[in-house]
């Protein structure tokens, strides 16, 4: 799940500067899972937005606001309606897709955070950072890019204390909890074994595209 959280609203109005029509976007999955996108928080804001002399024209919820081809036809329904503006409260990817499909200016209402695991409803934890080069399966499962707040990719560092992180001492030190876990796997040798070469983002080009189409098309030809 994508984790987002609202903007403030005096920050919305600044990015409105004082346009007063606005079509709202909300998004079914990820947003509303983390109530700054659904339904509810889509009425909430087109009311706070009336208060302020703010007419919303029309609104509505794809059931992924990242889907490309559904929120084009979603938005036929506040194409014609007199906005001056979009307001998007999805993710920054649900956002984007919304730039793409109108010629009105759009504006999150949400700060896009991180990949999360949902631990229960309306209890969030981050776990990925999409570095796109996965070290799970040399680290019994527990991400340091994550996990550690230096992103260390071979530790611990010097500064943990009693198992904790220096930086936030109520976190529990990720490369502690790698050796651990990797001790109950019988694994810990392999920490000795393997030097995990630093990051580097000298091959990472963005923005990123895959096109699993032409792969599976290539495969079979």
Not at 87 to 100: D, E, I, P, R
């Amino acid at each position: 799940m994508i984790f987002t959280k609202k903007k403030s609203f005096e920050e919305l109005l600044s990015l409105l500067d004082g346009r007063k029509k606005v079509a709202l976007v909300g998004c079914g999955s990820c947003a509303a899972a983390c109530k700054t996108g659904g339904a509810d928080e889509v009425a909430a804001l087109a009311e706070a937005l009336s208060a302020n002399g703010i007419e919303v024209v029309g609104s509505c919820i794809p059931q992924e606001s990242c889907q490309k081809l559904l929120v084009k036809k979603e938005l036929k329904a506040v194409r014609d309606a007199g906005a001056e503006c979009v307001v998007s409260l999805a993710c920054g990817s649900g956002a984007q897709t919304v730039a793409q499909n109108t010629a009105l200016p759009v504006f999150p209402a949400n700060n896009t955070m991180y990949l999360a695991q949902v631990e229960r409803i309306g209890v969030y934890n981050e776990m990925c950072r999409f570095c796109g080069d996965c070290l799970l399966g040399y680290t019994a499962g527990i991400c340091p890019i994550t996990q550690c707040a230096k992103s260390l990719v071979n530790g611990p560092c010097g500064g943990q204390k009693n198992g904790k992180c220096e930086v936030n001492p109520a976190q529990d030190c990720a490369w502690i909890a790698i050796y651990n876990k990797m001790t109950e796997q019988g694994r810990e040798g392999e920490l000795l074994e393997r030097m995990i070469d630093d990051r580097s983002h000298a091959d990472r080009a963005h923005p990123r595209t895959d096109n699993l189409r032409e792969k599976k098309g290539a495969a079979e030809a």
